[in-house]
């Protein structure tokens, strides 16, 4: 019975994804291989023949969000749909869940260590919770270079003199501050987190569906580009400024 409703599922999305591409004009770019997937550009743009766990960097993290163990997956999901449902619509705040937890922590080690004396007659040695300080380290270092590479990136758009490129990241970051100002925060990282464990699996299951889905939107967004730089971008007066040195 479950194989049979996952089977249906999946030729429920993969209908959908046929649906989907049919509805996108086909850009006469694209060319297919002797396997039937899309190549040269569109493996290159997206990711080229590496798999999504490669490029997901391989590892335990790569697991969870391909779902390769359900109930550890599972898992993680149900703790941060938890969590959101919790701070979003039950109105939480964050320091009034950390005192509950503290308090409720406290109480337990507080009648673990009391009973268990009444009952051995001697003091019980409570296991004591301590988290590595290499934990803490390790997570600053990758945080912090995952915010410079971020940096970065940026200023090698805004430094680089691609047009296309800066008003796309331009374009992205207005889109975001649209979505900000329709959502919280704490939905914005829930719906990413989500997005993280749900996208990388589908991709996985139906990448030439997405990939032709993609490459022929992208082929859209292209044109639409060149009509506009044609029509308007082309024509804006470019002058170079060029600065005499004072004698």
């Not at 032709?212 to 292209?222: A, D, K, P, R, S």
């Not at 639409?224 to 730089?229: E, F």
Request: aromatic content about 12%.
């Amino acid at each position: 019975m479950a194989e049979h409703s996952e089977n249906a599922a999946e030729n429920m999305m993969s209908g959908i994804m046929d649906a989907i591409a049919d509805k996108i004009p086909k850009q006469k770019s694209v060319r297919f291989d002797d396997e039937g997937s899309i190549s040269g550009q569109a493996k290159k743009l997206f990711g080229g023949h590496k798999s999504v766990h490669h490029v997901l960097g391989g590892g335990k993290s790569a697991d969870v969000l391909l779902w390769r163990n359900k109930k550890i997956s599972s898992s993680v999901l149900a703790v941060a749909t938890a969590a959101w449902v919790f701070f979003e619509w039950l109105d939480y705040h964050f320091l009034t869940i950390v005192s509950f937890v503290l308090v409720l922590g406290m109480v337990v080690q507080f009648g673990w260590s009391s009973f268990a004396g009444m009952l051995n007659g001697s003091p019980s040695n409570v296991p004591r919770l301590e988290l590595p300080e290499e934990l803490f380290a390790n997570i600053g270092v990758a945080v912090g270079a995952q915010v410079n590479k971020f940096l970065g990136s940026l200023q090698d758009v805004s430094c680089g003199r691609d047009l296309k490129q800066f008003l796309m990241v331009v374009a992205g970051f207005i889109v975001t501050a649209f979505i900000g100002s329709w959502f919280s925060l704490i939905t914005v990282i829930y719906i990413g987190f989500v997005c993280a464990h749900t996208l990388p699996v589908f991709y996985e299951r139906y990448h030439d569906q997405v990939d032709e889905v993609l490459y022929n939107m992208l082929g859209l967004i292209g044109s639409q580009y060149q009509k506009l730089d044609k029509g308007v971008l082309s024509k804006m007066p470019k002058g170079n400024l060029k600065f005499r040195k004072s004698q």
